[in-house]
């Protein structure tokens, strides 16, 4: 029985899910991933491990909302210009992958689920996802600039797989107008076949 069946009518104390992630974040960069424990959140909030329990059914959930939230929807509005849209959306990953926070969890997280045998609920990875706000900007393209037969899904992935590694790989990866690369690597990806070159973004 949930806690809103248990008490109809009472909302949710938004406070302690505020407390919860801040201490999670706080630990993920002051004591590691390994240390982000949920009894060391609750010690470090005040939050009652119980009430913790009854949001996160464990602590990955909990690190995965702490760090990934999602990225601002007034951030990565689209416009309906795809080169621009794209751009905004990955100056915003790149940010939110890029916070203390993400990037003490972003390894452990990776190890986790590579070794995780349990099936994973959809709803749980589109909570933390960016891939439905690429999906609307896709969809706000003028029309003839997104192949209909490319699958969002895998353009998605493989910018997510560039995201990564210039979070885990940034000394390797190190290149002049990294945004830019990947932007143009993005559109190369959505183009319909015999539209011709890119034409290289400004600095």
């Keep these: ?9 009472r909302p949710r104390d938004t406070s302690i899910d505020e407390r919860a992630l ?23 909030s005040g939050v009652h491990a119980s ?37 905004r959306f990955i100056r915003a990953y790149l940010a939110a992958f890029n916070a203390p926070a993400a990037r003490a969890a972003a390894a452990g997280l990776l190890a986790y689920h590579q070794a995780s045998r349990r099936p994973r609920p959809p709803e749980l990875d589109l909570r933390v996802s960016a891939r439905p706000q690429f999906e609307e900007i896709l969809r706000a393209a003028p029309p003839g600039s997104v192949d209909p037969a ?14 990564l590694a210039r979070t885990l790989l940034l000394n390797v990866t190190t290149r002049q107008r990294p945004v830019d690369r990947t932007v143009e690597m993005v559109l190369r990806l959505l183009r319909p076949l015999g539209t011709g070159a890119a034409t290289t973004p400004d600095a």
């Design 150 to 163: 490319v699958d969002p899904d895998d353009v998605f992935d493989m910018l997510l797989g560039a995201v």
């Design 51 to 87: 009430a913790i329990y009854r949001r996160w059914p464990s602590r990955i959930e909990l690190i995965e909302e702490a760090t990934f939230p999602g990225l601002s929807p007034l951030g990565v509005r689209p416009t309906g210009d795809l080169r621009a849209d794209v751009r």
């Design 1 to 9: 029985m949930t806690e809103s069946r248990r008490r109809p009518g």
């Design 22 to 44: 801040a201490a999670t974040r706080e630990l993920l960069v002051g004591r590691g991933f390994e240390a982000t424990t949920i009894q060391a959140v609750a010690e470090h």
